[in-house]
């Protein structure tokens, strides 16, 4: 079942930022990772409007978005992130496949 890294990032110094903005790519890709959502405009449609940016990154299972997170590159890069921008991340897990499903 998939899983997806929820971030809300609010970038301070996008000049220092910018490292993070280019190694983090191949990085989630070499863990079978993919962008769903990487920034863009935000329509808020209830509740608080978010600081900064939303990134929704997709992996393969919830294994495969941990090893990602907690692989000793990322956390190198995790380092960067947090010098130069303010956020939360939050690892959810997708909805299994509708056969594997109960019936409702």
């Given at each position: 079942m998939a899983a997806y890294i929820i971030a809300s990032i609010?970038?301070?110094d996008a000049v220092?930022?910018?490292?993070?903005?280019q190694r983090v790519p191949p990085l989630i890709a070499a863990f079978g990772g993919r962008f769903l959502v990487r920034g863009g405009p935000i329509e808020r449609l209830e509740g608080?409007?978010?600081?900064g940016r939303?990134?929704?990154l997709e992996f393969p299972d919830r294994a495969s978005a941990r090893a990602f997170y907690e692989c000793p590159e990322y956390?190198?890069?995790?380092?960067?992130?947090?010098?130069?921008s303010r956020g939360s991340l939050w690892l959810v897990d997708g909805v299994p496949p509708v056969a594997a499903?109960?019936?409702?």
């Open positions: 609010d970038v301070a220092g930022y910018e490292e993070y903005r608080e409007e978010p600081p939303i990134v929704v956390q190198t890069l995790v380092r960067i992130r947090q010098r130069h499903r109960e019936p409702a």
